[in-house]
């Protein structure tokens, strides 16, 4: 499996249980979309998929590559899109990418190319020597996928990518990275608590109170009915 696999992961803070044996599967060209109230254990995921956070209860591969026994190689195969921002708002956005390229050892015509070329995906070429200070929220997150694409990581991990946003800038962005999934085969984790994000093509994890309660496609898990009204009744059970 070359996307992402989780299982049987647990963590804890102290005495406070956070996620209580996890285990689920995002395959190759996918779009995952992580749905949950807040403190249901979004975060703490978030965090050791990313080895913020580090755990000997289950195991994390990402693109094939188990995170514990070979972090470096693991990685190297993601993208990532921190809930907050983290570009420097001073730099155009092509130094913002340059700088990036740089952290990941890409260096001369081999980065100005990749820059060039995700810049293009996001349709981001006409903004390349802006400030990012002077970019709208909308245009700012597309730079920050950019960003995270610089590397041509397997898997992208989003964590709330949409968080401020005003609708019209939310909704592009929601189909421009599952165009990626489509266009690239990108396997996409994206974590939200807005519905209205996930198609009905998507599969769809619901987590509550640091355990998965739903696995499969939006279509499948609503039928007939909302997803919102879905989620909403399937938390409120488990509470």
Not at 7 to 24: I, P
Not at 102 to 129: F, I, K, P, Y
Request: proline content about 2%; hydrophobic content about 45%; aromatic content about 6%.
């Amino acid at each position: 499996m070359n996307g992402l696999d989780v299982s049987g992961v647990s963590f804890a803070y102290g005495e406070k249980q956070a996620l209580r044996d996890v285990s689920f599967t995002v395959a190759p060209g996918r779009f995952c979309a992580l749905l949950g109230p807040n403190g249901a254990g979004k975060s703490t995921l978030f965090s050791l998929l990313t080895r913020l956070f580090t755990t000997r209860d289950g195991t994390i591969k990402i693109a094939g590559h188990d995170l514990e026994t070979d972090a470096r190689g693991a990685m190297a195969r993601i993208g990532v899109v921190f809930q907050q921002s983290t570009l420097d708002l001073d730099l155009s956005v092509r130094r913002n990418l340059l700088y990036f390229a740089a952290l990941h050892g890409l260096g001369g015509a081999q980065a100005a190319r990749r820059v060039d070329e995700v810049l293009e995906v996001m349709d981001m070429g006409t903004r390349a020597r802006e400030r990012a200070r002077d970019l709208n929220g909308g245009h700012r997150r597309r730079l920050e996928i950019a960003r995270a694409l610089m590397h041509d990581p397997a898997v992208l991990l989003l964590d709330e990518p949409t968080v401020g946003l005003d609708a019209a800038s939310r909704a592009g962005i929601v189909d421009h990275v599952h165009r990626l999934c489509a266009d690239r085969g990108l396997t996409v984790f994206w974590a939200t608590h807005l519905t209205d994000e996930v198609w009905p093509s998507d599969q769809v994890l619901i987590l509550h109170q640091g355990r998965i309660l739903a696995d499969e496609t939006c279509a499948d898990l609503t039928q007939d009915t909302d997803l919102r009204d879905v989620f909403l009744i399937m938390t409120q059970v488990a509470a």
